[in-house]
């Protein structure tokens, strides 16, 4: 069964820089898009970022230029690599798994839709 975990999250200052892993098991991280999505408090879930398994990726235009997705499909591994990091950046970060047959699964900002499975999510929380 397929199945996602994150981890890395935590607190940092304003202007530090974080990276949370998503751990894929069960599957071949390869046969996958992986999207990253972020729930605020008191926010709807959001779309942050997400790749492909042929590298494309694409940002929400509030992390671009700050945040960078990266897999490493070898270890079944993804990154979310976030710097300059603000306030605004705090909530419940998610991974999610889902099939690229899926024609928009990764060709713009993420929706939740096409994203099957879900990891628990990790808080990342960021003070000014």
């Known amino acids: 069964q397929l199945q996602l975990a994150e981890s890395g999250g935590g607190q940092v200052q304003a202007g530090g820089s974080l990276k949370v892993t998503c751990v894929v098991s069960g599957f071949a991280s390869h046969h996958f898009a992986i999207g990253w999505f972020r729930q605020a408090p008191g926010k709807e879930r959001e779309g942050v970022s997400c790749?492909?398994?042929?590298?494309?990726?694409h940002y929400a235009d509030s992390v671009k230029g700050r945040f960078t997705v990266s897999r490493d499909d070898a270890q079944n591994m993804v990154y979310l690599q976030m710097n300059s990091l603000k306030p605004e950046d705090t909530g419940v970060y998610y991974c999610?798994?889902?099939?690229?047959?899926?024609?928009?699964?990764?060709?713009?900002?993420?929706?939740?839709?096409?994203?099957?499975?879900w990891g628990q999510g990790t808080q990342v929380t960021v003070s000014s």
């Open positions: 790749i492909t398994s042929s590298r494309t990726a």
């Open positions: 999610a798994a889902g099939l690229e047959s899926y024609i928009d699964i990764c060709t713009g900002v993420p929706r939740q839709g096409p994203y099957a499975r």
